[in-house]
């Protein structure tokens, strides 16, 4: 997983293992929506660090990573938008 | 074509039960990813932003109508009707599920396809020329050479877990298709003294150090051949560096050994290792040609059908090749219409294509690095029909070589390790340029585009590369000028500072503003003028009167 | 642990030798020594009639030229990962170029997957967990003998 974080909030984030599709971690489990995804500030981080090594122990999800937030509480990176909202182009 | 025998089908067909017995492995838990991670690479699975990522080998870019129509069954069925035609004579699906991909192999192991080390630090598919036995100056064939080293490399118990990534490329003639020069062996069919054989380049590659590859062999007897790659990969396999991934690949050996000392290495294990049953006799190497004969084309003194059509006209002088046997053509398939990701193909354009092989094409297609198809073997007379029904399909897009025929990555659009999205920049490019005379007038010019530095889009040797850079959280281009990946291998030099997404055609019309200002006739093409007049002129032009960015 | 050859199950010979034991050349049957400890020792052994075995790293299989194997009865490699690809042209190199004839086994990280080009490259055992054996006899199982290599 990503260390250095450099953030103040952050969702945690992963790849279901069977589909490959992304997903974001809420109260309930795991969600394809950000909707209900769980707001982790920087001091939660190794907690839930601990979840995710649980989580893919459990063969649900591979590749957890935390997904910055900006201020506004929306996605920062280009790279986490795309993951989250799929292809920019038209094919 | 080649045609599996009784063993290679009971090869793949075990590989896909062993992967299938992998995938519940790891579906129940008893491997973990950073095991698994290895063998799935090594049957063509990646894992990228989005979904799984599977990765298909076309070896030495050959295809048959039916396998084709098989690769359109996979996309409707498994994954999202279309595929990714790539760099190294391969085609991925971008959305499979894991549980599915063993009884994708499976399907593709019905058409003698597989997927098996496309990936993984293992030896890869092995690449060549598109137009293999095709044009009258090839010296001989590379395609049965290529099937040789194909088998000899595949489920080498030896060199499985290399240091890295191992890409060979053969080509049969000096023009090089295939761009032999940027990997990690490169080997080249030659003649001397009424003998034909092997010269062989070692170390080249692209990624974070472009290196063009270095001449290890003046002249290899083919007999040799197995025996002198495996000690060239034993040398590596042993001496290569692990402790950094950055330099892991074979170039950085190379450099850091000097080719001389490698060679040594490389000449005392081939002298002590070699082994008598790798050696080829004449008898299987004739074997191994019957296979790729060609087909039965009785030469005729057909013409190229004219029509009054302009599109028609600029297609076949854009897209047509003459075939080395008289009154045929070698047709040459743009994957880069306009709006379209370059080398992406719709389902239907693969089921289309396989239909126009068998009317046109005796039931081949060829893959090109440029992630363009090609028609090898059509009539003269079918021409303007054939591209008619192309035209039907958006396959006639008439811009091989040309601006718009750019070479591009996923980027970041769907790959993990990507710092800038490229298809966007591509299809910025060809709206740019879209019209064909305004094309033509800038000529044969190369534009390749990687959105990392891992360079999957080739960008250190186009003419033009752009390379995309994250800059604070957000995209900049990064141009470099005078690449070429052919005979004439170059790694391409950096213009100066990057440019920002909005900036980036302008600075490219630049860049061809000061080419045309140079250019001293007609014919002289864009790498060319820049060899003659090197970089500065560009830069001077560039950066005049350019909000230079830091 | 659990020494598997081929798919037959056998109880582990050898072990490591102790450091104070070394230093009082007391090399009894079974050592398993370091290649350094081998060549200051090789001289005692060459008289005995006991079985010594040396281990590798992955990482620093080295041997020289004028090291003599012919008294050594076991070679063992010890994998620091099964990405470590190293240990597969050792094991070449060792049975071509040094003539070795006795046991090369496989230890450390290795996985059920490798078996098949462990044993084609000249090993012929492997150190695993007892929990794991089914599933390396199972690839062995599934390998039906058709190679592309001679
Ligand atoms: C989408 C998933 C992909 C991933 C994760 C990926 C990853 C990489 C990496 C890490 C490298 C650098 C290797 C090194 O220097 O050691 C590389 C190089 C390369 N890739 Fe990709 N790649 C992907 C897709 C593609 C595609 C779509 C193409 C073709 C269009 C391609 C063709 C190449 C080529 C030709 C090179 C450079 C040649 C070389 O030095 O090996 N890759 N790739
Ligand atoms: S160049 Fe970079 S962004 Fe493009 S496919 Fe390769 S790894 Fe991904």
């Known amino acids: 997983m990503v260390k250095k974080l450099q953030g103040e909030a952050f969702l945690l984030s992963a790849n279901e293992l069977r589909t490959g599709k992304v997903v974001f971690f809420t109260k309930k489990g795991w969600s394809s929506s950000t909707r209900e995804a769980i707001k982790i500030k920087a001091d939660e981080i190794n907690k839930y660090e601990e979840i995710s090594i649980r989580e893919e122990k459990k063969c649900k999800i591979v590749s957890a990573k935390f997904v910055e937030l900006d201020d506004a509480g929306n996605i920062k990176t280009l790279r986490d938008k795309i993951r989250n909202c799929g292809i920019t182009i038209k094919i | 074509m080649y045609k599996y025998s009784d063993t290679d089908k009971k090869i793949i067909a075990s590989r896909v039960k062993q992967f299938e017995n992998q995938v519940n492995r790891r579906l129940e838990g008893k491997l973990t990813e950073e095991e698994f991670k290895p063998l799935r690479l090594m049957n063509g699975l990646y894992l990228q932003l989005h979904a799984y990522m599977l990765r298909v080998a076309i070896p030495y870019g050959e295809l048959s109508s039916k396998q084709l129509r098989k690769l359109a069954f996979i996309a409707d069925k498994y994954d999202r009707g279309y595929g990714h035609f790539t760099t190294r004579q391969n085609i991925q699906f971008n959305w499979p599920k894991l549980p599915d991909v063993p009884e994708i192999l499976n399907e593709l192991s019905l058409v003698e396809m597989h997927a098996i080390q496309t990936s993984g630090n293992c030896i890869r598919n092995i690449s060549s020329d598109h137009l293999a036995g095709l044009t009258i100056n090839e010296i001989e064939d590379p395609r049965p050479w290529c099937e040789i080293i194909r088998k000899w490399s595949t489920f080498h118990p030896e060199f499985s877990f290399l240091p890295r990534k191992f890409k060979i490329a053969v080509i049969g003639c000096d023009e090089d298709r295939a761009a032999m020069l940027v990997h990690d062996i490169g080997i080249r069919i030659i003649k001397r003294h009424c003998q034909v054989g092997f010269e062989i380049f070692v170390g080249g590659g ?168 090609v028609l090898p073997h059509v009539p003269n007379k079918e021409l303007f029909n054939l591209w008619s029904q192309l035209k039907k399909e958006n396959l006639a897009t008439p811009n091989l070589g040309l601006i718009t025929d750019t070479i591009c990555c996923p980027g970041m659009d769907y790959c993990a390790l990507a710092t800038a999205r490229s298809i966007p920049i591509s299809q910025k490019i060809s709206n740019h340029f879209n019209n064909y005379c305004k094309q033509k007038e800038i000529g044969n010019l190369k534009i390749k585009i990687s959105g990392c530095i891992n360079a999957c889009g080739h960008h250190h040797v186009g003419n033009i590369g752009i390379l995309g850079l994250d800059r604070r959280g957000e995209e900049f281009y990064q141009i470099t000028l005078g690449g070429s990946a052919k005979e004439d291998a170059a790694i391409g030099e950096i213009v100066g500072p990057s440019f920002s997404e909005t900036d980036l055609i302008d600075a490219i019309e630049k860049i061809l503003n000061t080419y045309k200002k140079h250019k001293k006739n007609k014919g002289e093409d864009f790498l060319s003028v820049f060899r003659r007049i090197g970089i500065k002129e560009f830069k001077k032009d560039l950066y005049d009167n350019f909000t230079e960015k830091s | 642990m659990i020494i598997l050859q081929k798919n037959h199950e056998h109880k582990n010979h050898y072990k490591k030798i102790k450091e104070q034991d070394f230093l009082k050349k007391k090399i009894s049957n079974g050592s398993i020594l370091t290649i350094s400890q081998w060549r200051e020792v090789e001289h005692i052994i060459q008289a005995q009639e006991i079985d010594v075995a040396i281990e590798f790293s992955s990482d620093a299989c080295i041997l020289c030229e004028n090291d003599k194997l012919s008294k050594v009865a076991m070679i063992q490699i010890n994998f620091k990962t099964f990405k470590d690809g190293r240990p597969y042209t050792f094991a070449k190199m060792l049975r071509k170029k040094h003539n070795f004839t006795g046991e090369l086994r496989a230890t450390g990280h290795i996985i059920p997957d490798q078996y098949i080009f462990l044993i084609r490259c000249g090993f012929d055992s492997v150190e695993i967990e007892e929990e794991h054996k089914e599933t390396w006899l199972e690839l062995l199982e599934m390998d039906e003998g058709l190679y592309y290599q001679p």
């Not at chain 2, 040609?289 to 599109?311: G, T």
């Open chain 2, 206 to 373: 692209q990624g974070r150090t472009p290196i063009i590859a270095k001449k290890i062999k003046n002249f290899l007897p083919k007999k040799d051949i197995l025996n002198y790659l495996e000690a060239i990969l034993t040398t590596y396999n042993q001496e290569g560096r692990r402790d950094n991934i950055y330099k892991a690949r074979i170039k950085i050996l190379v450099q850091e050994l000097g080719i001389e000392r490698f060679k040594s290495l490389v000449e005392e294990n081939f002298s002590k290792l070699s082994n008598k049953e790798l050696e080829i006799d004449k008898k299987s190497i004739e074997e191994i040609f019957q296979y790729f004969r060609l087909p039965p084309l009785k030469s005729s003194s057909d013409k190229i059908p004219l029509e009054d059509n302009q599109e028609y006209k600029n297609w076949i002088k854009q897209n047509v090749i003459p075939h080395k046997i008289k009154g045929f053509s070698i047709v040459q398939i743009s994957l880069k219409e306009p709006k379209k990701p370059p080398g992406d193909a719709t389902s239907n354009q693969m089921k289309a294509l396989a239909k126009f092989s068998e009317d046109f094409s005796f039931s081949e297609i060829r893959v090109t690095h440029e992630q363009n198809l």
